[in-house]
């Protein structure tokens, strides 16, 4: 099997933000109170994509299968890959001074019983994972994959919300109504509405899947 990173990009207010740390501590707060759920397996973010998969693989170049097999082929490494998405980050981000901080709204039990914090990004925001999603990572064009289960696919995510509480099926509603009056004491929204919370956009590698709601995966951050 070919070597791999599993990444994620979020979108994130400061660590040190009263927002921030308001989140941690309703998280904290209502895992003794209600039990566990998925949320408590994250920190605060709003998922800017799914977790994708950076692989280490090869191609055959401008599909040329010959005599010569093996100088026809090319190895393209899961970290070369990974410098590909932050470059594109990075010139993103310096071509777009139009980025916005995004609009928090409100707290929300969502139709599939999730208790969410709503929230509305600029189209810039968008825009980045969308052309992000579209990046060929040298796997297409003319040039072959000798294995097509390793190609890179990124999925774009709405981001528009932060996930409070949710659970398979697993929270009552009545559970959710009491998770929902626990978060609007305990968020502190003030720097969010006055826009004086920074943010960041963070990419990380997933270094531990955890099998178990009351234990957070373990996320390495690669950049910030």
């Not at 969410?116 to 990572?137: A, G, P």
Request: hydrophobic share 35%; aromatic share 10%; charged share 20%.
């Amino acid at each position: 099997m070919p070597s791999k990173l599993t990444c994620i990009l979020y979108l994130e207010p400061t660590h040190s933000s009263q927002f921030y740390q308001s989140i941690l501590k309703f998280y904290d707060q209502s895992l003794k109170l209600f039990g566990p759920n998925n949320a408590h397996q994250y920190d605060p973010h709003i998922s800017m994509t799914g977790f994708f998969t950076l692989y280490d693989n090869q191609r055959i170049i401008n599909g040329n299968i010959d005599a010569d097999y093996e100088n026809s082929k090319e190895y393209i490494s899961a970290y070369k890959k990974l410098d590909q998405i932050i470059q594109f980050i990075n010139n993103f981000l310096n071509n777009n001074h139009n980025i916005t901080y995004p609009l928090v709204k409100d707290i929300i039990i969502s139709m599939s019983n999730s208790l969410l914090i709503s929230v509305q990004v600029c189209q810039e925001m968008l825009d980045l994972v969308n052309q992000l999603s579209q990046l060929s990572f040298d796997e297409s064009n003319s040039n072959v994959l000798l294995d097509n289960s390793t190609k890179t696919i990124i999925r774009p995510k709405q981001i528009n919300h932060f996930s409070l509480a949710y659970s398979d099926g697993l929270l009552s509603k009545n559970t959710m109504k009491n998770l929902e009056s626990m978060a609007n004491k305990i968020i502190v929204f003030d720097e969010v509405k006055q826009q004086e919370c920074g943010w960041d956009i963070v990419l990380y590698e997933k270094i531990h899947h955890s099998t178990k709601l009351e234990e957070k995966h373990v996320l390495k951050e690669i950049k910030r």
